[in-house]
C-alpha cells in the first residue's frame, strides 16, 4: 500500500548530512535522493511502490538527486517524471566532457 510510505514536508526546511566519501572511488556513486513513494498509487515490478525519474522498477516520478558522489566528484540533479537525464536543473560535473 503506498500510503504506508512517509511523505516528508520539507518546504522551507532545512535538511542536513554528513558523508564520507573516502572509501568511493571512481566508477562508484554514493546517492543520496527523493522519490515520491506514498505519492505514487501505482504498484512497481519491484513489487513496492517505487519510483523514479529512470523508471528503474517500471513507474516514473519526480526525483529529487541530493547527492551523487565520490571521492573526485559531486553532482545534484532536479528531475521531472519525463527528464530522465536532469535537463532541467543540476549542480557539479556532467557532460560530454566530464
Not at 503506498?2 to 518546504?11: F, K, P, R, V, W
Request: charged residues 15%.
Amino acid at each position: 500500500n503506498h500510503t504506508d510510505y512517509i511523505a516528508l514536508g520539507l518546504l522551507s526546511k532545512r535538511l542536513e548530512f554528513s558523508v564520507d566519501l573516502a572509501g568511493v572511488g571512481c566508477g562508484c556513486n554514493a546517492a543520496f535522493y527523493l522519490v515520491s513513494m506514498k505519492q505514487n498509487p501505482k504498484a512497481s515490478t519491484c513489487n513496492d511502490y517505487y519510483c523514479d525519474a529512470n523508471s528503474v522498477c517500471g513507474v516514473a516520478c519526480d526525483e529529487i538527486d541530493i547527492m551523487e558522489a565520490n571521492q573526485h566528484a559531486f553532482h545534484s540533479t532536479l528531475h521531472t517524471l519525463d527528464d530522465r537525464f536532469g535537463a532541467g536543473a543540476g549542480f557539479g560535473g556532467g557532460g560530454s566532457n566530464w
